[in-house]
């Protein structure tokens, strides 16, 4: 039996009969395939780039302006919660626990040299640029505490609780603020290599008794 197909010749035996149905249900089977293929291909690739955001979400560090005054905020609310209140010793000792450990969480970051961090523009982020974010952050907490501390120390003059600015005082509050970075590092450090959390310290930082002011 001759026949033709799109063209082409066909030679089939006398006793084989062509079955349209069968023709018909193979094309089906083979579109279906088709269609399997490419949503499992489909889905595959979803997946894959769910675990791509996924792990892109987890490397990226929120280098909020509020996470020092946070964490600070965070430790003088324990203080309040165990003494009743804080003084500026309290304050000066939690900025400078504060920067220990966010500094702290910085190096456990890149503790592994596999990891890679991006900021919230997606751009590349190294240790380098944290540690620089952190000691402005931390400028930034010395001014305004220490603009604080001058405000209040403006109001005790209106009220005749003091005679007037104690500027030299400021000065040290300032370099308190500086030198309690400095020592709760060195503690961190000191710490970490045996093995012992980091915590808040009762160091005195000059001389300033002009006041006790309690602050958020």
């Not at 500026?88 to 220990?100: E, F, I, K, Q």
């Not at 240790?127 to 620089?132: C, L, R, Y």
């Amino acid at each position: 039996m001759l026949f033709n197909i799109s063209g082409y010749q066909i030679h089939l035996q006398d006793d084989f009969k062509l079955d349209r149905e069968y023709v018909k249900s193979q094309r089906s089977q083979n579109t279906d395939q088709k269609a399997f293929r490419r949503d499992t291909l489909e889905i595959s690739r979803l997946s894959e780039n769910r675990e791509a955001i996924a792990d892109r979400m987890k490397h990226t560090v929120l280098q909020s302006a509020s996470l020092f005054s946070d964490t600070r905020a965070g430790i003088l609310k324990g203080v309040r919660e165990d003494k009743g209140q804080y003084g500026y010793s309290d304050v000066v000792n939690a900025c400078g626990l504060s920067y220990a450990k966010l500094y702290a969480e910085i190096e456990e970051r890149y503790e592994s040299k596999n990891e890679e961090y991006y900021k919230i523009d997606g751009t590349p982020l190294t240790k380098e640029d944290e540690i620089e974010w952190l000691n402005k952050e931390y400028e930034n907490e010395v001014k305004w505490q220490t603009a604080c501390a001058k405000a209040a120390a403006r109001r005790e003059v209106f009220l005749g609780h003091i005679p007037e600015i104690p500027i030299r005082e400021i000065e040290e509050l300032e370099n308190g603020f500086y030198q309690a970075k400095d020592i709760y590092m060195k503690l961190y450090r000191e710490n970490k290599r045996s093995g012992k959390p980091l915590a808040l310290q009762n160091y005195i930082f000059g001389s300033l008794q002009m006041y006790e002011n309690s602050k958020n």
